[in-house]
């Protein structure tokens, strides 16, 4: 297989679940990213890490936890999320040498 | 403040009517002028990468160029699959990690036969 993954690609939850989002990219990459897409508004960064480091985390609420064990995998871990947090979460990765992402089908979350 | 702006927010063309989008940007520093295309339920698919004034990519009937303060998406006799949101992304020296891209709200296109 080969791209990035991310599963589910669909995930209904009340405000009480917990529940995880997973990224897997199989291109060699050694950055990888979560975004928030919502309905009219730009693409939001979230978190980027590279070679399994968090450099970047941009104001995210502290209901949405990044785990990257390995340059291959990445999740978000979602509790306690409010119906505002309903958006596409994208995964996406990138080189060293950094020339762009390759993105996710993402996963259409929905709160409820 | 950083900004990129993407125009028309949505754009309708009989098919054959070619016709181009525009991304404008006012970041400092820039390091690389990104387009995407994104279908419905999808994630964003690279198009091009632009780096500096005056440089030109091309792919099928998509062309993008780039200038100091601005990208075109020029689409020729575009066809019915071409239908898709083009997003328009900048990297920039004032990015923490340099590693994040800034967004345009992007330009739905609809083609029609």
Redesign the interface.
């Known amino acids: 297989e080969t791209g990035?993954t991310?599963t589910p690609r669909h995930l209904v939850m009340g405000m009480t679940n917990k529940k995880s989002l997973k990224c897997e990219q199989h291109l060699g990459h050694n950055?990888m990213?979560w975004y928030k897409q919502s309905a009219?508004?730009?693409?939001e960064?979230m978190f980027?890490y590279?070679l399994e480091e968090r450099?970047?985390n941009n104001s995210v609420p502290s209901r949405f936890s990044p785990e990257c064990p390995n340059s291959s995998h990445l999740f978000l871990h979602l509790h306690t999320l409010q119906p505002e947090d309903s958006a596409l979460y994208?995964c996406?990765s990138?080189q060293q040498e950094?020339?762009?992402?390759?993105?996710?089908?993402?996963t259409?979350l929905t709160v409820v | 403040e950083d900004q990129v702006t993407q125009s028309p927010e949505a754009l309708r063309l009989q098919e054959g009517e070619s016709s181009s989008l525009n991304c404008s940007y006012t970041v400092s520093g820039l390091r690389g002028l990104f387009w995407y295309r994104q279908d419905p339920g999808k994630g964003p698919e690279f198009l091009f990468t632009l780096y500096s004034a005056g440089e030109e990519k091309e792919k099928e009937r998509l062309k993008a160029t780039l200038t100091k303060k601005e990208s075109f998406l020029h689409i020729t006799a575009p066809k019915p699959e071409d239908s898709a949101t083009y997003l328009c992304a900048v990297r920039h020296t004032n990015s923490n990690s340099g590693y994040a891209l800034n967004f345009g709200k992007g330009t739905s296109l609809l083609v029609t036969p």
């Open positions: 990035v991310q950055a990213y009219k508004k730009p693409l960064l980027v590279s450099v970047e994208l996406a990138s950094f020339r762009g992402y390759t993105f996710g089908s993402g259409r």
